[in-house]
């Protein structure tokens, strides 16, 4: 089974739709890869503050790449559930009203979701779930909670995932480095980076802990975006017994300063990945 991973799209931020729809054209026109070996997963923010234009917009493009084939799977970010700085219950159930065909496959509403296909088992996990009431909305860090931690357990020790190859995805960043080398004196971003990178580890899921332990020698492959940063995890993951863990990055460069776009093309089997590139509008 091989995965494609886009993340942090930002679709209602200036020009992001437009970037989104030249990464559809190469998934579906350009270079098309053959849907039925391929899943299409999207670890969150797919819009970039949740509104009702932004919603609709992202749906049109989700359904062009369910169109021509595609599965898509695709968990929320503190982005589709408010913005960067809160979320909220009611914006959380309209996303999840407008997009339950790619939150859950299965039909069946609610986190964990799962998607098996092949020798794979997909699970999809909601980093906002436990931050949409009270003071814990504000900062939108990521907080999965005791109940979906406890779901969770339960499901990957079901008779369904025997066997299976288990692919995790999110949208929060477990791992609580954000740089592999500091940023250079002449970036024009320095002191912002350097917030960042200083911030980070404040700044990731609150719950990591307790969730890394949880999928520790579990999970084969663990998703997820936030960071915008397309770093390989890997590192951090295998001290977890967790082969492969990737961060998405933003596919259509949102707020990322680079000159072109990029996503990742993954085989779940061989554990190796691809990266495909594309120049920027």
Do not use: W
Not at 13 to 37: C, H, K, V, W, Y
Request: glycine letters at 10%.
């Amino acid at each position: 089974m091989k995965i494609i991973h886009l993340s942090d799209t930002h679709i209602g931020l200036q020009g992001m739709e437009a970037r989104f729809e030249l990464i559809i054209d190469d998934l579906t026109r350009q270079r098309p890869l053959n849907p039925g070996s391929h899943v299409i997963v999207h670890t969150g923010d797919l819009i970039h503050r949740a509104n009702a234009d932004n919603r609709k917009a992202a749906q049109a493009l989700l359904d062009r790449l369910r169109d021509f084939g595609y599965p898509v799977l695709l968990c929320p970010g503190n982005h589709d559930y408010g913005d960067s700085l809160s979320v909220g219950a009611k914006a959380a159930d309209d996303f999840q009203a407008a997009f339950g065909e790619y939150l859950f496959q299965d039909g069946k509403e609610g986190f964990p979701s799962l998607y098996l296909r092949g020798d794979s088992a997909f699970i999809g996990l909601d980093s906002n779930a436990a931050e949409l009431h009270g003071p814990s909305r504000l900062l939108a860090e990521g907080f999965l909670g005791v109940a979906q931690l406890s779901r969770l357990n339960v499901l990957l020790d079901s008779d369904q995932l025997l066997g299976k190859k288990i692919v995790i995805l999110l949208h929060h960043h477990p791992f609580s480095f954000g740089y592999s080398v500091s940023p250079d004196v002449g970036d024009g971003s320095l002191f912002f980076n350097l917030f960042a990178g200083l911030t980070r580890p404040f700044r990731r899921l609150k719950d990591a802990h307790s969730f890394v332990r949880l999928v520790r020698d579990r999970a084969r492959v663990l998703l997820f975006g936030h960071m915008h940063h397309g770093l390989d995890c890997s590192g951090e993951a295998m001290k977890y017994g967790i082969p492969l863990a990737l961060d998405g990055g933003s596919s259509t460069c949102a707020e990322a300063g680079e000159d072109r776009m990029r996503y990742r093309i993954i085989d779940s089997g061989s554990m190796t990945r691809e990266t495909r590139f594309l120049p920027l509008p």
